[in-house]
């Protein structure tokens, strides 16, 4: 637990939420300003920032809990579609730095875009040139 986090204190139930699901590991809870009609987060009870900082065994109970919470959101509020996704480090919007992932429900019509609508920058360099640093 990390010390003045708000979601440690939410998994330590310090801070109240509106819980979808719960097991050993992760908690997933309504999101107090939602963007859509059931948008949920879940996070890890354990405190890791980013992505880059959590472990591949809790990262795997974090997928798997997004999994059943997304199961649970479809078969109670039935929504069309959804958008799942991190916000990893403030650059990409990120305020809460205790790793999570937002379950976003769509219905059709209602405005929303994908993820390609989050940021349109040119990209720097050609792609030949950026996979030359990956090799
Ligand atoms: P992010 O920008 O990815 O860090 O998202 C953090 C999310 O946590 C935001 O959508 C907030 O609305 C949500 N949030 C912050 N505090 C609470 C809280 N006490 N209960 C539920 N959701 C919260
Ligand atoms: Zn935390």
Redesign the pocket.
Known sequence: MSKDC??CK?AAGE?P?HKIYEDDYVLA???????STG?A?VIPKKHFESIEEIDSENLAFLNDGARRTAKKVYSVLKPDGMNIG??DKPAA?????HI?L?IIPRWKGDGGGSMHSIVRAEATEPAEEIIKKFV
């Open positions: 708000i979601f939410i801070i939420s809870f309504l999101d107090i300003h939602p963007c948008h987060v991190l916000n919007g990120q305020a809460v730095p999570h937002h």
